[in-house]
């Protein structure tokens, strides 16, 4: 009792995760069992309906199993991978994938600095403008899509309005969403526009905790604004930028909503999670699916351990 | 002001208000064009939400013109007043509301007494306990569908609710336990000293102290954990088809086959219902929100 009594005065905060060591060990042990039943009902949800299904989709990759099928199931090996090795709507399901991540999360990225950047200094109206760059986060992913479809219409949609009868930028409506050779292209736009103030706020937070007179220092020593992005706000934004790309390039590497409420599972844009619910779900192909699932995690697995390297590196 | 440059003394506060008091023709264009940028930023992140308000209370006409009209010349309620008396429609929103009421609370519950383990606790296995729930923020949905499909139909709980509030626990109970542990982490050491100095046992601390001390993190967590739910659209296309249809599916199936036969203004009046709602309350919560975003992305 005196040394908790005699340790509570000090003004130090207390570290995350330590110095609540005691000394009484009856606490301690009551301590130790309650944290494992208090534990336990989480622990108990997360295995039963996210580890036991995400093993199950492991194992039946390796199978013929198909669903409504009396057929026995039986393990096939590696013959779901390399069928879809050989399937190309598969191989363009990845590409597709690739371009979308690769695309959207640069260009928010380059977006999101220079919008955080923007109000990062000090205006009236600050408020107004952090309230409106929620709005596009908080809509649905399914209503921004068709908000969308509605605006790219071909023959009354405002982006065509804007650009052929407004500023004559284009001599004929385009289809933006049924051209194949727009479409992609189109569908980052959308998620662009979701997600770039989204990855801007993330950062104005990395921003805010730069120390101002940084900058003073710098600017007395007669280092530019361009120097000072390069020499001071980028380096010192570095761990939250870090953070921000992890998170944004594991959701763009499993999009599904934007695309499949826009496109369907059309060919010119279908990507690996639309191609793997496709297989399983529509399909009935259990095994082939779970094989193209089961990609889609090593792949996501893959950049989160390289992230976190980078991250590691970064600490140290 | 040509003096105050001279001395300019090397304080952060100073120097911003001696730099905006210059009026040197570059900095008047420094400002238009910052101002021009502001207001592109507002228009661009506001525009389609807004034009989807206003497009869905134009008269019918006016909906498909060529060029547009953008003012309407009469406000019409017949899309509000279609979709309102749209059974199929009130029924997606009842079961929205119920499987993301009931998805908020049963990880909140759960939620908070794990984080509280986590965060507070010492025990033996806590480090693969953190990397286990860790791990399941981080994997893809998509990566559990088919068995969980497979598992729902087995269940008998196809085109049920309680299949969506279990298929939803997968992705708002690990991020309730990480962004709440996160939180206990942050409170002062002291707080169970006081209480068991008073004699009460870990759980009674927990209960009577840190849980009331923990509510703005509950309404955080809570009301992102609602929003991620009530926004879901690949498990609530893939797990249900009439009875259990919740909104995103039913907005996403308006879709016809050719551009031409889209009841655009349904649609519109549907988009506009289903997220006013969580425009106000992202209004309302914007700072909590913030917070618990960047708590929940930039500590994970």
Request: proline share 5%.
């Amino acid at each position: 009792m005196t040394q908790g009594v005699a340790t509570a005065p000090l003004p130090q905060p207390a570290k995350p995760g330590r110095s609540y060591d005691l000394p009484q060990s009856g606490w301690m042990k009551a301590r130790e069992r309650l944290a494992w039943l208090l534990v336990a009902p989480s622990i108990l949800v997360v295995v039963l309906v996210a580890l036991y299904p995400l093993l199950q989709s492991f194992r039946l990759s390796f199978t013929n199993a198909r669903f409504g099928s009396t057929r026995p199931e039986l393990y096939v090996g590696f013959d779901n991978y390399a069928r879809l090795a050989q399937d190309n709507v598969f191989i363009s399901a990845l590409g597709h994938t690739l371009v979308f991540t690769v695309a959207s999360v640069a260009i928010e990225t380059i977006l999101g600095i220079a919008v955080a950047l923007i109000i990062n200094s000090n205006f009236n109206g600050r408020g107004v403008v952090r309230t409106s760059m929620l709005i596009p986060w908080a809509i649905p992913t399914v209503v921004s899509s068709q908000l969308w479809r509605f605006m790219y219409n071909q023959d009354n949609g405002v982006i065509n309005d804007v650009l052929v009868n407004r500023l004559g930028i284009l001599s004929s409506p385009v289809a933006w969403i049924a051209n194949p050779s727009t479409s992609l292209s189109a569908i980052i736009a959308v998620d662009v526009w979701k997600t770039t103030p989204f990855m801007a706020l993330l950062l104005l937070a990395g921003l805010q905790i730069i120390p101002g007179d940084v900058y003073e220092a710098a600017t007395v020593d007669g280092a530019s604004k361009w120097q000072q992005f390069w020499q001071i706000t980028l380096p010192l934004l570095k761990p939250a930028l870090l953070v921000a790309l992890i998170f944004r390039t594991l959701d763009a590497f499993r999009v599904f909503d934007v695309v499949f409420v826009m496109k369907g599972a059309a060919l010119d844009t279908i990507t690996l999670a639309i191609y793997a619910r496709q297989t399983m779900i529509d399909e009935q192909y259990l095994g082939r699916g779970a094989a193209a699932s089961v990609v889609i995690f090593f792949c996501i697995a893959l950049l989160v351990i390289v992230y976190s390297r980078l991250v590691r590196v970064e600490e140290t | 002001m040509a003096t105050t440059t001279a001395v300019r003394p090397v304080m952060p506060d100073t120097a911003m208000i001696s730099g905006t008091r210059q009026w040197s023709l570059g900095k008047v264009i420094n400002r238009i064009l910052f101002w021009i940028l502001v207001v592109f930023i507002i228009f661009y992140t506001v525009f389609p939400f807004a034009w989807a308000l206003l497009s869905s209370i134009k008269p019918n006409a006016e909906l498909f013109t060529s060029p547009v009209v953008y003012w309407p010349s009469a406000i019409n309620t017949t899309f509000y007043q279609f979709v309102l008396a749209n059974g199929d429609f009130l029924l997606a929103l009842r079961n929205s509301i119920v499987v993301s009421v009931s998805t908020v609370l049963i990880s909140l519950a759960l939620g908070s007494l794990c984080a509280y383990a986590m965060g507070r606790l010492q025990f033996r296995g806590k480090t693969p306990v953190m990397y286990l729930i860790l791990s399941m923020t981080m994997f893809p949905q998509i990566a559990i569908l088919g068995s969980l499909y497979q598992m729902i139909v087995n269940l008998g709980l196809y085109d049920r609710l309680p299949a969506l509030i279990i298929a939803y626990l997968t992705f708002t109970l690990p991020f309730t336990v990480w962004v709440l542990a996160n939180f206990f982490r942050a409170m002062p050491g002291e707080l169970e000293e006081a209480a068991m100095v008073d004699g009460a046992t870990p759980f009674q601390a927990f209960i009577r102290i840190l849980l009331p001390l923990a509510a703005p993190g509950l309404v955080t967590t809570g009301l992102l954990a609602f929003i991620a739910a009530w926004n879901e659209y690949l498990y609530a296309l893939t797990f249900t088809q009439t009875r259990a249809r919740t909104v995103q599916p039913a907005i996403a199936s308006f879709s016809g086959n050719t551009q031409f036969e889209l009841p655009w203004g349904n649609i519109l009046a549907a988009s506009v219902l289903v997220t006013l709602p969580l425009v106000i309350l992202v209004l309302i919560f914007q700072r909590k929100i913030l917070a618990g975003l960047t708590a929940g992305a930039v500590k994970g």
